[in-house]
């Protein structure tokens, strides 16, 4: 096992949505000719997103049509691979399942497709989730018309402009000075899944404002030396996980707030593989930063639990 001040500031290096290797050609979101000739190869692969769903072949590999088979709904550029095959996202209902094929969530298959297709299907799940819920103009209501291949909206009334949005929100891992990790039990989840904590960036805070803010809210534990290890898309519907790192003078007492946070505990590293082992707990799943964070601080792989298959 690595001892905690190697692994400490690691970066993180095994997140399952941020493993895109295709070109996002964003110089190409406004060029109509390269747009309409791109569309009109039928090597073009289209992926058809709905509902955070998409058609996936025995739970590893993304189902694409070309663009003549692509059903009508709003359409977006990925990008373009090293070998010159455009992508693009459709955001419209799926297609049939037969055999291995079926619908599968971002958050079911994040972590099983490849490193190309895993930063296919997060982008594309993250433009349809916008697209989807942001029609209208938030200044006079007029509905928008996608502009700059699907990567930001027209309002043809008053021309103002709107892009995706993204919402930050902070995950950390806080760690006292025996180097226990606390975890928390969410009022909201079932069972006995737990993990680190985690809250949404306020307007005008800084991340590392947030970590302080979302410890003390949730458990009154003070933390210090908050350090930033890395960061994930989780577009479901729409952030961005921020990770971190922080520590918890001695003499503190966790006390939880009982409506978000039903219980709180610190666990030493024998101890939450024993609480694994018993069934008493169950971790978030290697999709999440969450369960990447406390791997890194435990200092390997963790065993997966029925949580893994939800
Ligand atoms: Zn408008």
Not at 87 to 106: C, D, E, H, K, N
Not at 277 to 292: D, F, G, N
Request: with cysteine; aromatic share 6%; glycine share 8%.
């Amino acid at each position: 096992m690595t001892s905690p001040e190697l692994t400490g500031c690691a970066p993180l290096d095994h997140l399952a949505l941020a493993r895109g290797t295709v070109d996002r050609v964003t110089r190409r979101r406004t060029d109509k000719d390269w747009i309409d000739t791109a569309w009109k190869d039928p090597r073009t692969r289209v992926l058809v997103v709905h509902d955070g769903h998409a058609l996936v072949h025995d739970q590893q590999e993304l189902v694409f049509v070309a663009p003549q088979e692509a059903p009508a709904g709003t359409r977006f550029l990925l990008g373009e691979d090293t070998d010159g095959t455009v992508y693009f996202g459709v955001s419209a209902p799926l297609g049939p399942a037969t055999g291995s094929i079926r619908a599968t969530s971002l958050r079911e298959v994040g972590a099983l497709l490849s490193d190309r297709d895993a930063g296919l299907l997060t982008h594309a799940v993250a433009l349809a989730n916008w697209h989807d819920t942001h029609l209208r103009c938030p200044l006079d209501g007029t509905p928008t018309v996608p502009d700059a291949a699907g990567h930001s909206a027209v309002c043809p009334t008053d021309g103002s402009e709107h892009f995706p949005r993204t919402d930050p929100a902070v995950i950390m891992l806080v760690t006292d000075p025996q180097d226990r990790c606390l975890l928390a039990r969410n009022a909201a989840w079932p069972g006995r899944r737990v993990s680190i904590l985690a809250g949404f960036v306020d307007p005008g805070e800084s991340a590392e404002q947030a970590v302080i803010r979302e410890v003390a809210e949730e458990t009154q534990i003070k933390v210090t030396n908050v350090r930033y290890v890395g960061s994930q898309p989780w577009p479901m519907p729409r952030s961005l996980m921020l990770g971190f790192r922080a520590e918890a003078p001695a003499g503190q007492a966790i006390a939880v707030d009982r409506e978000e946070i039903a219980e709180a505990y610190w666990f030493s590293r024998d101890e939450l593989l024993a609480a694994i082992k018993a069934r008493e707990i169950a971790l978030p799943p290697p999709v999440s930063i969450a369960r990447q964070i406390i791997e890194q601080w435990y200092g390997g792989p963790l065993p997966s639990t029925w949580s893994d298959r939800r």
